[in-house]
């Protein structure tokens, strides 16, 4: 690990004004500076200000500050009762150890896991611009089929972020001159184009303060994460979905995708293919083709593509009560 400065904030403007980066559980950041694939001249610990509180809104929704452990955001009983996509999701990512002090801001902006993204014997235009994307060609077995360009195939890990997409949230921030910013979280990631190591439209210095989700929304809810193993592993592929079915009808549907592209996934005509459907087979095989229509493997990970075919058939069945 390289040398730093560090410095600990006592407030959210005094964060962005120290003009370094961030730290508060530091479960992923920690990680890539021993590896010195992150080498911040300076840390900014944030840990100790006052947003780890999750609040009610005047419109039913929720106010998550930034530094709600996901231990605590997932056991949250306003949580459980309205959003149990959220907590089901953050219980199926990591450990409970990690989850202790993985923060909710954090889990938003953690980095890919790409093998040669961890390996800096490689090339991986993410860590270097422009020296080139090993994993194209490579072993990319756990690596994204939709949203890829010829600069990265990367995945966004977070298990959190995917519920998030489905639920609509909004990422507020505050920018180092003062300003506050409402971001969709469908606004929030970027896809890697030319330039995969530009990951969100945070401005350098930017700080999460605050997640708000809306009112808790109609019908049922899943999270659904196949994996190479039970515990602690990143998603193949993982679906939260949330759908409601009236008088026979699918009358709302969210649905957004893990382990399939550089961000949380989520593709309205998926949606639109379902809504005002009478549940079926045939109905969610048309969804599903809409979701894969530009899906692309590189080889170890073509099986993504018929598997998570199978996946979302499985939880629309689930989610719509219609077992055929």
Request: aromatic fraction near 6%.
């Amino acid at each position: 690990m390289k040398m730093f400065d560090y410095s600990r904030a006592d407030s959210p403007e005094a964060a962005v004004a120290a003009g370094g980066r961030f730290i508060a559980g530091g479960t992923n950041l920690l990680d890539l500076m021993k590896l010195q694939i992150e080498t911040p001249e300076k840390l900014v610990d944030i840990s100790r200000l006052d947003l780890a509180r999750i609040e009610e809104r005047y419109d039913g929704g929720l106010t998550i500050g930034a530094l709600v452990p996901n231990s605590d955001l997932a056991a949250d009983a306003r949580v459980i009762r309205g959003y149990p996509v959220l907590s089901r999701a953050l219980l199926a990512g990591a450990s409970g150890q990690l989850r202790n002090k993985a923060t909710t801001g954090g889990n938003l902006l953690q980095r890919t896991r790409c093998y040669y993204f961890y390996n800096t014997a490689m090339p991986c235009n993410k860590r270097v611009p422009g020296s080139g994307c090993a994993a194209q060609g490579g072993f990319n077995r756990i690596l994204a089929v939709l949203g890829t360009s010829a600069a990265c195939i990367a995945t966004h890990p977070s298990d959190m972020a995917v519920a998030m997409r489905a639920l609509d949230a909004t990422i507020v921030t505050l920018q180092p001159d003062g300003d506050r910013r409402r971001i969709p979280i469908g606004d929030f990631y970027r896809l890697p184009g030319d330039t995969p190591q530009i990951e969100t439209v945070l401005a350098p210095g930017e700080l999460i303060t605050h997640v708000e989700l809306p009112p808790p929304p109609r019908g049922r809810q899943l999270y659904r994460k196949v994996r190479d193993r039970a515990s602690y592993a990143f998603a193949l592929v993982s679906v939260a979905g949330i759908v409601s079915v009236e008088e026979g009808k699918i009358a709302s549907a969210a649905l957004a995708f893990g382990g399939l592209g550089p961000m949380p996934w989520r593709d309205a005509r998926v949606e639109a293919a379902l809504l005002g459907q009478a549940p079926s087979t045939a109905v969610f095989e048309t969804a599903a083709d809409a979701l894969l229509a530009e899906a692309k493997g590189q080889g170890s990970n073509d099986f993504k593509i018929p598997l998570t075919r199978r996946v979302l058939i499985a939880c629309l069945r689930d989610l719509t009560g219609n077992p055929a």
